[in-house]
């Protein structure tokens, strides 16, 4: 079985500050990982996935994660955010190879104060 | 408790025949969403609805339909026209027009046999 942790239910930055967004893992066989985004009134969209290649990934609109196995971690971070970045983010994990069900942090809403 | 339930968990399925997963939710949420997920790879968004009675497609629409004609039910059918349609099907709804809490169904597994 697999699970994630959302560390913080609501996170606060203001413009052009880093973004960093903490989520961990557990599984118990090697993990995918990824990272969702919820604009409002939009559908969920991915932002980037880990599937066992490079630990950094990097993702749309200037997000990465960096997958951390000692620390069973995948931390989002963004270095500048903008007044777009305001949405809910959802960490989730599948088991490898042929699992399809993901399993869902309970998300992070990030708010981006002028 | 509210929560969105989907039905059935497990579904087998003939080539060639239509088949309708069930989505129903007690929120009394305005929008929800259909999504396929195939191993090692993101979910993707087939239809969503923000209203009754109306629902746009998402990315991969094509082999699907949807209905809403009651704010809580929004089923999916698999239809023949959809080429590799064996997947993890999960249905979500959200408020929609304020806030962004998602809530997710438990997910359906299609296996085309």
């Known amino acids: 079985a697999q699970s994630v942790t959302q560390l913080g239910s609501h996170v606060s930055v203001s413009e052009g500050a880093l973004v960093l967004l903490r989520c961990n893992y557990s599984?118990?066989?090697?993990?995918?990982l990824f990272w969702y985004v919820q604009y409002p009134n939009q559908g969920l969209q991915l932002l980037l996935k880990y599937t066992s290649a490079a630990t950094l990934v990097k993702g749309i609109n200037g997000f990465e994660a960096e997958f951390k196995k000692s620390e069973t971690s995948f931390h989002l971070t963004k270095p500048s955010a903008h007044m777009s970045d305001a949405a809910e983010y959802f960490c989730?994990?599948?088991?490898?190879?042929?699992?399809?069900?993901?399993?869902f942090g309970a998300g992070t809403t990030v708010t981006v104060r002028a | 408790d509210g929560g969105i339930t989907q039905s059935p968990k497990y579904l087998f399925r003939k080539e060639g025949q239509n088949v309708t997963l069930s989505c129903e939710q007690n929120?009394?949420?305005?929008?929800m969403y259909w999504y396929r997920q195939d191993p090692g790879q993101g979910l993707r968004l087939i239809y969503y609805s923000q209203i009754v009675n109306d629902f746009q497609k998402g990315d991969i629409a094509e082999g699907y339909s949807v209905s809403r004609e009651k704010k809580e039910s929004f089923p999916l059918t698999v239809t023949s026209a959809q080429k590799n349609p064996t997947a993890f099907y999960l249905c979500t709804s959200s408020v929609g027009n304020s806030g962004n809490t998602i809530y997710f169904g438990e997910g359906s597994w299609l296996t085309v046999v």
């Open positions: 989730a994990v599948s088991a490898v190879p042929n699992d399809y069900k993901l399993s």
């Open positions: 599984s118990s066989v090697p993990p995918y």
């Open positions: 929120l009394n949420h305005d929008a």
